[in-house]
DNA sequence: CATATGATTCCA
DNA sequence: GGAATCATATGA
């Protein structure tokens, strides 16, 4: 037995770069299932199940940040593929992004829900990308970080979504025809998606 | 400098 | 249905 080994449980190995280095619409139907494991400085590490997940897509998308182009907060949403992009919304809401495919792209991944894990008090609410980060204990202070490494990083899947359900993504209303995009995407069968599938596109005149 | 606006959540 | 609440973006 490896005594000096067992000290520090092996964890398994944090998805790698080259995972975050395609389009947000791959990754985002990739990272269905995923588990998101955040090591606070105290207590045990926050984990949980990824089961619904939102892709934008660059500059061309006029609902991506990135539409704006570089500025201090595009900063990091322009970067470079597999770091976190966190920033508010709403005055009040902290949003956890995962950039993608490569440098000058900017495209992300927003999760927007999860199935706690481990780590979580019982009955903790994950759903909503506003509750996922503020139970996941993620703020703008973790802006900039690569996910492949601690404190904050992903696991491959432990349970791949049986069935994966596809819809317009959320609150994006004026971004014209980019809002029809169907680039959410979900576990069709987790209860802890933010809310109920839409078939049909909402249109308000 | 002033102001409009959200990748939301909670309450009435 | 509407308020809460503020960084960012944009225009004067």
Not at 45 to 68: M, N, Q, W
Not at 162 to 167: P, T
Not at 181 to 201: E, K, T
């Amino acid at each position: 037995m490896l005594s000096a080994a067992s000290s520090v449980a092996p964890l398994a190995h944090p998805l790698p770069r080259a995972f975050f280095a395609r389009d947000a619409r791959v990754v985002a139907r990739a990272l269905l299932g995923c588990v998101l494991v955040h090591e606070c400085a105290t207590g045990e590490p926050r984990r949980s199940r990824i089961v619904e997940t939102e892709a934008y897509c660059g500059p061309k998308d006029l609902a991506c940040h990135a539409r704006v182009g570089l500025t201090k907060r595009t900063r990091t949403l322009l970067g470079p593929e597999a770091h976190a992009y966190v920033f508010l919304v709403y005055g009040m809401h902290d949003c956890f992004n995962v950039t993608c495919l490569a440098e000058g792209e900017g495209h992300a991944v927003l999760v927007r829900a999860g199935e706690p894990t481990g780590g979580l008090e019982a009955g903790a609410r994950l759903d909503g990308p506003g509750r996922f980060a503020r139970a996941m204990g993620i703020s703008r202070a973790h802006d900039g970080h690569e996910l492949t490494r601690s404190p904050l990083y992903l696991l491959p899947p432990a349970a791949r979504p049986a069935r994966v359900g596809v819809s317009p993504r959320v609150g994006v209303g004026y971004a014209g025809d980019w809002a029809e995009r169907r680039w959410r995407f979900f576990d069709a069968d987790s209860p802890c998606v933010s809310r109920p599938p839409r078939s049909a596109i909402g249109r308000p005149r």
